[in-house]
Structure formats: C-alpha cells, structure tokens
C-alpha cells in the first residue's frame, strides 16, 4: 500500500495565523496552519495547507505521511480529513 507523502521544504516551517472576530457571535477567532506539499496524482506536488492546533509547534522539513486518527468519516458517510491532521515522519516503523 502506497502512503500519501507530504513534503515540507525549509522555507515553509512557519506557522500561517489567521484571526478576527465572528460577524455572527462577535467572539474573536484565532485559525493556525503550515504549507505543505501533498504528492498526488500528477507530476509535480500539490501545495495545501494542514491546521496547527493552537500552542503546537510547526513541522521542520522533511517528508511526512498522514496518521490515520486524521481522517473521519463525515457527511454521507464520507471519508475526509478531520480538523487535526497529524503527520508523522515518512519511512518509519511505529
């Protein structure tokens, strides 16, 4: 079984913060991710991005895959990613 690879290149280990206040609730809202790069179907990887949980440290560059506690089955008994992507170094045994 072929693992889905994500890429982190040096440039990229920072943590992208967004914040603001909800136009609905009024409470601020704080959302933190990294840029990474998804090798899927094609020739050259994809960039996305993968959430930080708040007070986590960013991802050094390296190759990664994804845990499997990061994916959940959502509406439509969908397989999709969850809000916390975990990623752990690529090509090691746990």
């Excluded at 982190?8 to 920072?14: C, G, H, L, N, S």
């Excluded at 050259?44 to 960013?58: A, C, M, N, W």
């Amino acid at each position: 079984m072929a693992a889905l690879i994500i890429e982190i290149f040096k440039e990229d280990e920072q943590i992208d913060v967004r914040e603001g206040v909800s136009a609905k609730s009024g409470k601020p809202w704080k959302m933190q991710s990294q840029v990474v790069y998804a090798h899927v179907k094609g020739k050259f990887p994809v960039r996305t991005s993968v959430p930080i949980l708040d007070g986590e440290q960013h991802y050094p560059a390296g190759k990664y895959e994804l845990d499997s506690s990061s994916f959940e089955v959502g509406d439509f008994d969908r397989l999709g990613l969850g809000r916390e992507v975990l990623l752990l170094p690529h090509g090691k045994s746990f």
